[in-house]
């Protein structure tokens, strides 16, 4: 069935080092959403792609679809305190999404 | 703000029981999605409503049902409660299947089945 992986389950890096996480589906998506959700709040919409190899940026923050449409990335510089969550990516299977189990990610100061 | 507003915020039932969660979508939003959430887990997907009727569903049992009303507002239903289903509820409202600026999510309702 549809599955999407996230690597890694955790990351800590030190304030100031970058962030990557990657998420990968097991069959071609349509779209793919990212989501961030802080320490005991619920998943914030962040961004949605769409077309193969898309590139968006948001301030820090760099979004990529893959070319095959099967994997996408989420990259961080600069990581900042502020930074601190749990980033969820959404595969999207027509009009069904499906998430990720997400990467938590801590910012020593 | 006129987002996502869920209720209650916090319960505590036994096993065996049955418990109704509900949930106001964000203003000019006509689709709502339930997910549950286990500690560390990330959503997973229960069911879609729009248009008052439940157009996809995820994988879990007939215990968890739903609806929504003419006003796009929804409840949740869950039956016969387990231990298991204890979790972070969440509602998240869309235009149609979130496909043209993602869903908005609730805070959520806590679970919690003794």
């Known amino acids: 069935g549809q599955q999407v992986m996230q690597i890694p389950q955790y990351q800590h890096v030190q304030e100031g080092e970058d962030f990557t996480t990657y998420c990968n589906s097991s069959t071609t998506l349509s779209n793919i959403q990212w989501y961030k959700q802080r320490p005991g709040g619920h998943p914030v919409f962040l961004i949605q792609?769409?077309?193969?190899?898309e590139v968006k940026k948001q301030k820090r923050l760099t979004f990529q679809f893959g070319e095959a449409k099967k994997n996408s990335s989420l990259h961080i510089t600069a990581t900042q305190t502020t930074d601190v969550g749990t980033y969820f990516c959404a595969g999207g299977y027509g009009q069904n999404f499906v998430f990720g189990p997400g990467t938590r990610l801590s910012v020593l100061p | 703000d006129a987002g996502v507003t869920q209720s209650p915020t916090h319960l505590i039932k036994t096993r065996g029981q049955q418990v109704t969660l509900r949930c106001s979508p964000k203003s000019g939003h006509d689709t709502v999605s339930w997910y549950q959430q286990a500690l560390g887990q990330g959503p997973q997907f229960i069911f879609q409503?729009?248009?008052?009727?439940?157009?996809q569903r995820g994988n879990f049992p007939d215990r968890f049902s739903g609806h929504q009303f003419p006003n796009y507002s929804s409840e949740l239903n869950v039956n016969a409660l387990l231990l298991g289903d204890s979790a972070l509820y969440l509602c998240?409202?869309?235009?149609?299947?979130?496909?043209?600026?993602?869903?908005?999510f609730g805070s959520g309702t806590r679970l919690t089945v003794v």
């Open positions: 998240a409202s869309s235009l149609r299947a979130g496909l043209n600026g993602g869903y908005t």
């Open positions: 409503y729009y248009e008052e009727e439940e157009r």
């Open positions: 792609l769409v077309k193969s190899g």
